[in-house]
């Protein structure tokens, strides 16, 4: 089955960590997004990226990074310039269009929090 | 003023009632529209797309307004199991294809 996949389901930081969180996705999808959500909050776009090699900053890159190596992966490394990181992460997919907006795919997401 | 706002509710109706959700956004240029819903520590999941006439997916009706910048969705004859959060999903120009924003969301509860 075509889908997208995050690992770990569940993390814990130390202070001065940096973590890696793993999404792959096998629906051929071209672009890649990371969210984050807080409780009660809507997602917040972290970054995106739209052909391999390339990505672009969302609303909150601030202390976290990317990579764009294969299509199918999209690592999100949140630094220990994170200094609130505890969060549910969520990576999505989707095809990209130049004209109107589709539909992002979710993986299950990550749920990090600090020890 | 935000780019797309909810009432967050909760809306809290019986079995079988009939809700709907409003959702209001700002950049009138915007071009997609969807709905997705999101249940207690899980992933969204897309519920509908909004197309300019409204449609119908069998007991869920979305609506857009594009001179109020304003969607809608209907739920009828409510089940237990659409209790969930709905967020509202618009994008926004001219990164079509990229940028979605997405609603805080509506908490719906249905009781028996």
């Known amino acids: 089955d075509g889908g997208i996949t995050q690992s770990p389901k569940y993390l814990f930081r130390k202070e001065g960590q940096n973590v890696t969180l793993s999404c792959e996705q096998n629906l051929n999808h071209d672009a890649m997004y990371w969210y984050r959500q807080d409780p009660g909050q809507g997602l917040r776009l972290i970054y995106y990226?739209?052909?391999?090699?390339?990505?672009q900053k969302g609303d909150i890159a601030e202390g976290y990074s990317v990579s764009r190596e294969k299509k199918e992966s999209f690592p999100l490394t949140v630094t220990s310039a994170q200094k609130n990181p505890t969060a549910f992460y969520l990576c999505?997919?989707?095809?990209?269009?130049?004209?109107?907006?589709?539909?992002?795919?979710f993986g299950d997401g990550t749920r990090l929090s600090i020890l | 003023r935000k780019e797309v706002e909810q009432d967050p509710g909760p809306f809290n109706v019986p079995e079988g009632a009939t809700v709907a959700f409003n959702c209001t956004y700002s950049?009138?240029?915007?071009?997609?529209f969807f709905w997705y819903r999101q249940d207690c520590r899980k992933e969204p999941k897309l519920l509908m797309s909004?197309?300019?006439s409204g449609n119908e997916d069998g007991r869920f009706t979305a609506q857009l307004n594009r001179a109020s910048q304003y969607i809608s969705l209907l739920i009828r004859d409510s089940k237990l199991s659409d209790s969930a959060t709905y967020l509202c999903?618009?994008?926004?120009?001219?990164?079509?294809?990229?940028?979605?924003?997405f609603g805080k969301g509506t908490t719906l509860s249905v009781s028996s």
């Open positions: 999505a997919s989707s095809i990209l269009s130049t004209g109107v907006g589709q539909p992002q795919h």
């Open positions: 990226s739209q052909i391999v090699n390339d990505f």
């Open positions: 999903v618009v994008n926004i120009p001219p990164q079509a294809g990229t940028a979605l924003i």
């Open positions: 909004v197309y300019s």
């Open positions: 950049n009138s240029a915007s071009q997609s």
